[in-house]
């Protein structure tokens, strides 16, 4: 038996220039997940890294946090492009102005007041997670030229768990470090859920959570969602 361990990036700049930075929260999150696979003596025979710097860094807090309970991870990381994250985004930014001409709750949702950080948070993830609906059932046909469906997304993203199945030998323990995009569609296509439900589940996705498959000569499951036993303190438990 073999495991495949998809771990989402720490939490990133939302709101800030870059937002493909760690924060300072997403830092330690990496760190203290780090601490725990130490922790545990977990074995790690490979690692798949995707291009985002967010990515990168993420590594390398797991790295530190190891190193700090006196466990070195010196793979060097096998760079892989399906891993990225889609572009809902920039999608996002690209569409809303044309959505508010027709469409009444889009209106509602971006004329919602927001005095507050919190508030502001709250009024992106209703607007995201409406705009990402529509997008994935394919109901923004024509309105963001230049970027991937969320067919084309799927693809890719599933296309890259199918290349690490082919590269995880027997007995092997294996890292493929992502977004929460990428582990959303994986699980959902993986349990075959309908295109709501997968879009429910990649909302969900925690900021340095783990998910890991079991891989054998004969079968493919899912064996562990979301986790997040490093994260001891409720306030670390971001979703962005």
């Not at 927001?114 to 409406?130: A, D, I, M, S, Y």
Request: net charge neutral.
């Amino acid at each position: 038996m073999s495991t495949i361990t998809y771990i989402r990036h720490g939490q990133a700049s939302l709101f800030s220039a870059d937002y493909d930075n760690l924060s300072e929260t997403g830092w330690k999150q990496a760190e203290l997940l780090g601490n725990y696979y130490a922790e545990q003596d977990l074995q790690v025979d490979k690692i798949f890294l995707g291009p985002l710097k967010r990515h990168r860094q993420t590594l390398e807090g797991i790295q530190k946090g190891m190193l700090a309970k006196g466990k070195a991870l010196e793979l060097e990381p096998i760079l892989l492009e399906g891993l990225k994250e889609h572009k809902l985004p920039e999608i996002l930014r690209l569409v809303t102005p044309k959505l508010m001409e027709t469409n009444a709750e889009i209106q509602d949702i971006a004329k919602q007041p927001t005095p507050t950080k919190l508030e502001k948070k709250k009024v992106h993830f209703r607007l995201f997670e409406k705009v990402f609906l529509m997008w994935a059932k394919g109901e923004l046909e024509g309105l963001y030229d230049g970027y991937h469906s969320f067919k084309e997304f799927r693809e890719e993203a599933n296309g890259a768990l199918e290349h690490i199945k082919l590269n995880t030998a027997k007995g092997e323990s294996v890292l493929a470090v992502t977004s929460g995009g990428p582990v959303g569609a994986t699980v959902g296509d993986t349990l075959d859920l309908p295109i709501q439900k997968m879009c429910e589940v990649s909302w969900e996705v925690i900021n340095s959570s783990f998910t890991t498959y079991k891989l054998t000569k004969n079968n493919f499951r899912l064996i562990g969602f979301n986790q997040t036993p490093h994260l001891v303190d409720a306030k670390l438990r971001t979703l962005v």
